[in-house]
């Protein structure tokens, strides 16, 4: 029977956690043939032989991609997954995650075969901290989100994503390699430039938020962090052909009064004034104080 979905599993040693991701990936309870694609990116424990074990197990569902060298990007790790894919869509998720629902991929694949113009669907996410604290993201509003709403700044974890193959561009820009780890928030623009994006109002997936993270990277220093984004939105305006530019500006200004706000709490306001003009510049009214405090207190 032919594959209807491809769960794409990224690892990079994860040995505490990848039996959970996967045992939770098997468990799913659908009534279509679903792939398990794991790429996992040059792992030093015990990953790769963990995953080696479970592909032995299970020889017709599980696909091994190991990288020959470790190349550090998630975005050229998702983009070759993809290449892999043999389902009509393609559900994502890191290895330290895992689903929470055993009806995740059957609700998911539900929702979009009902709508035509549905090109990506997500869901609630459950953070799972260190100390075991769990709390829930329910920042979302509406059902359909487009391409403006990602414009706005929009973030829609990795676990929760469920889209359409087809709506995934056959190029992709070169400067999309320029950003690693941002690939999360370029691909629901690229996709919602071919439809349109559901929200499922439920919890069905768990991230897991600790000191290996790839989000911990950029709580380092928030203003570099801050100014990639910048740069990403800038070129995501661009590839859109300015559609969202109006979006795409005030998620800028909100950022630039979020690198102000930073430096003022560092006392590091040599410049500032610079850097108030420009937020100025691309805000809409008061939008870019408003997003730009939410920014920073977070």
């Known amino acids: 029977m032919e594959d209807k979905i491809s769960v794409c599993l990224f690892t990079y040693n994860y040995e505490k956690y990848i039996d959970e991701c996967l045992q939770s ?20 424990d015990r990953t790769q032989e963990i995953c080696n ?3 032995t197990k299970y020889p017709g569902r599980i696909k091994l991609v190991f ?3 470790n190349i550090g990007d998630s975005t050229a790790n998702w983009i070759n997954a993809f290449r892999q894919c043999k389902g009509k869509y393609i559900a994502l998720i890191d290895g330290d995650d895992y689903f929470t629902d055993r009806d995740k991929l059957q609700k998911q694949f539900d929702v979009m075969e009902a709508d035509n113009n549905a090109v990506l669907c997500f869901h609630n996410v459950k953070e799972v901290y260190a100390n075991s ?14 391409s403006k709403d990602f414009m706005h700044g929009w973030f829609i974890r990795t676990s929760s994503m469920f889209f359409k193959k087809d709506a995934f561009p056959d190029v992709i820009p070169d400067w999309v390699y320029d950003y690693p780890f941002r690939f999360d928030s370029i691909l629901p623009v ?3 430039e071919k439809g349109h994006t559901i929200f499922i109002d439920e919890t069905m997936s768990a991230w897991r938020k600790h000191t290996a993270g790839t989000s911990n990277i950029f709580k380092i ?8 984004i910048i740069q990403l939105y800038s070129q995501l305006n661009l590839y859109t052909q300015k559609k969202y530019d109006k979006e795409a500006k005030e998620h800028i200004s909100a950022l630039y009064t979020g690198i102000l706000l930073e430096r003022i ?33 977070k």
């Open 25 to 44: 990936i098997l468990t799913q309870r659908t009534n279509v043939e679903f792939e398990i694609i794991i790429t996992d990116d040059c792992s030093t």
């Open 53 to 55: 074990t479970y592909a």
């Open 67 to 69: 990288n020959k060298k």
């Open 133 to 146: 604290q769990l709390d829930t993201e329910t920042n979302f509003d509406n059902r359909i989100y487009v």
């Open 190 to 192: 690229m996709l919602n």
């Open 221 to 228: 220093d928030v203003v570099k962090n801050f100014t990639t």
């Open 265 to 297: 709490k560092h006392k590091k306001i040599f410049s500032d004034f610079k850097l108030f003009m420009k937020a100025a510049i691309f805000s809409n009214k008061n939008y870019f104080i408003r997003r730009g405090i939410s920014k920073i207190s």
